[in-house]
């Protein structure tokens, strides 16, 4: 069928002269602990379109030409929470949240800015406060460390371009004093923590069924989203 939402419309939807805003989720954990694979799991579980994906990848700063140099070198610190531009971050999160049209880098969310349900998931997803606001659920993903180490050797050097002693070298120097200082405190934040990502079955089963009553209490299910596309709200 066809799955499109009314033109012009906002993301969220009146019920009964209620509306909804979406409902916007964070995954934050180590890199390669499977943040990704677990939000893909989701999306393919809520088995609805109106879902956006934002990774904190698009909101890495721009980097000048002697910091490409660098980067090229492994001597970047891609890793410190003053790499990413969290004030771009929190704007395009917040007017998501509030039905405004956003433009992600790298990204073309032109299509897809009606969503409501909104997946936000990265290293330092869990780590701003004002952020952390708008999060309806945090899902942190905890992965040990030397798994975490050998797929991201695996996927920098198959995807990446990398080299075995680049990603090492880089991994000791940024990516591992990351984790223990800035991205594993934040697991206290999570509402769920997810032992080993998305081989965690039970879990993920847990979570969509806590996500489809959230869902459903607002209204936002594919059931009444279904509803209203059948019998939408007259215009004003
Ligand atoms: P993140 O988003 O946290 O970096 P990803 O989901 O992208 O993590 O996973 C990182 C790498 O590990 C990818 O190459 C992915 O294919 C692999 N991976 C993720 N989850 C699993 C798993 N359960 N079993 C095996 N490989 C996995
Ligand atoms: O997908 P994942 O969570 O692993 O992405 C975050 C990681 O990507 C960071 O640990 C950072 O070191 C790495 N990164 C990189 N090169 C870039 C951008 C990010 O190695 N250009």
Excluded: C
């Amino acid at each position: 069928g066809d799955h499109k939402l009314p033109r012009g419309r906002f993301p969220w939807f009146s019920v009964d002269g209620k509306t909804h805003k979406p409902y916007m989720i964070g995954i934050g954990g180590g890199s390669a602990s499977g943040k990704t694979s677990v939000a893909n799991h989701i999306i393919k579980k809520l088995g609805v379109p109106w879902v956006v994906l934002l990774q904190m990848d698009s909101f890495y700063k721009s980097l000048s030409k002697a910091e490409i140099e660098q980067a090229y070198a492994n001597n970047y610190n891609f890793d410190h929470p003053n790499s990413f531009d969290f004030d771009v971050l929190f704007e395009t999160l917040k007017n998501l949240k509030s039905g405004v049209k956003v433009d992600v880098p790298i990204y073309d969310f032109g299509t897809h800015s009606r969503a409501n349900i909104i997946i936000f998931e990265g290293i330092f997803a869990l780590y701003d406060p004002k952020v952390r606001d708008l999060m309806d659920l945090m899902l942190f993903v905890d992965t040990d460390s030397d798994v975490r180490l050998a797929r991201r050797l695996k996927r920098d050097i198959a995807e990446r371009g990398r080299d075995i002693h680049g990603v090492l070298q880089q991994y000791k120097k940024y990516v591992k004093p990351a984790f223990d200082d800035y991205i594993l405190p934040t697991m206290k934040h999570a509402d769920v923590i997810v032992p080993r990502g998305s081989d965690n079955v039970a879990a993920i089963n847990v979570i969509m069924q806590h996500i489809t009553r959230e869902l459903d209490a607002r209204d936002l299910s594919l059931r009444s989203q279904l509803l209203q596309l059948r019998y939408p709200a007259q215009k004003p």
